[in-house]
């Protein structure tokens, strides 16, 4: 059974990379999208799996989570929205230090710079 949407793909697999040619036809194909994230639900042997993926490059993913055990594909595809959600919420939390710390260094370098420009004119 393999249920797909026009904006869906299926990439990822255990494995940790796999190119979009290489995903089984017998695969399901659905999946919860952000820009960088996607969540991959497929069925094996009755239950369902649900991957979350990231894309390194325009041809390869790597797995970052994924669970299995789900009753169905709404369960699984429900879980992968909301951990895209929290890594989503990481990254930019991640991103916010990082422009802080790097506004910060640049502030520091300025005021050195001043102070250095001040100490040459006093001389």
Not at 13 to 21: A, K, T
Not at 63 to 83: L, N, P, Q, Y
């Amino acid at each position: 059974m393999i249920k797909s949407a026009p904006d869906r793909h299926a990439w990822g697999d255990d494995l940790g990379m796999r190119l979009p040619d290489q995903i089984q036809s017998d695969e399901i194909e659905l999946m919860a999208k952000s820009k960088k994230y996607e969540c991959v639900v497929s069925e094996e042997n009755g239950s369902w799996r649900a991957d979350i993926v990231r894309k390194v490059s325009r041809t390869k993913v790597l797995v970052t989570m994924s669970k299995d055990g789900f009753s169905d594909d709404d369960d699984a595809m429900d879980w992968g929205k909301k951990e895209i959600s929290v890594l989503l919420k990481a990254q930019n939390a991640k991103e916010r230090q990082k422009r802080r710390e790097k506004a910060e260094a640049k502030e520091w370098v300025e005021q050195s710079n001043i102070d250095k420009a001040k100490a040459k004119t006093k001389r």
